[in-house]
């Protein structure tokens, strides 16, 4: 169990849910309905996978987290590219916060892949039952 709120990842996670809130909150009233509650679900659903994650007592289970807020980054991004197409958020200002969609995952990926290595690490270093002691 570790501390979310010392993870890189967490931190950018959820500085892009206050960037995501505030370009969200410009909408024009009665357009695409249910487009920003699903793309303010999504992205706050990034850093909460994470922050649960992190609690959970083995490196496994954190890894699946990680890979749920991944998922939770994709549907954001698409939420995100939509929003853009449709004209609700600028095409410059949904760029950088797609960018940051991509940024955020990519970190997700990578501290999945380190967790992963490590439990196969920790695996590795036990002996075998079938060892001679």
Not at 107 to 128: F, H, N, Q, T, V
Request: no cysteine.
């Amino acid at each position: 169990m570790q501390d979310h709120t010392k993870l890189l990842v967490w931190q950018r996670a959820r500085a892009l849910v206050v960037n995501t809130h505030e370009a969200a909150s410009t909408f024009p009233s009665g357009t695409v309905p249910g487009l920003r509650a699903q793309l303010m679900r999504a992205t706050m659903s990034i850093s909460a996978n994470i922050a649960e994650g992190a609690a959970k007592s083995s490196r496994r289970d954190f890894a699946r987290y990680l890979e749920i807020a991944a998922g939770s980054a994709s549907e954001a991004e698409h939420h995100m590219t939509i929003a853009g197409d449709l004209g609700v958020i600028g095409s410059p200002v949904a760029g950088r916060l797609i960018d940051r969609i991509i940024e955020v995952r990519r970190m997700l990926y990578g501290l999945r892949r380190a967790l992963l290595a490590r439990d196969g690490e920790a695996r590795s270093e036990r002996p075998s039952p079938a060892a001679d002691p």
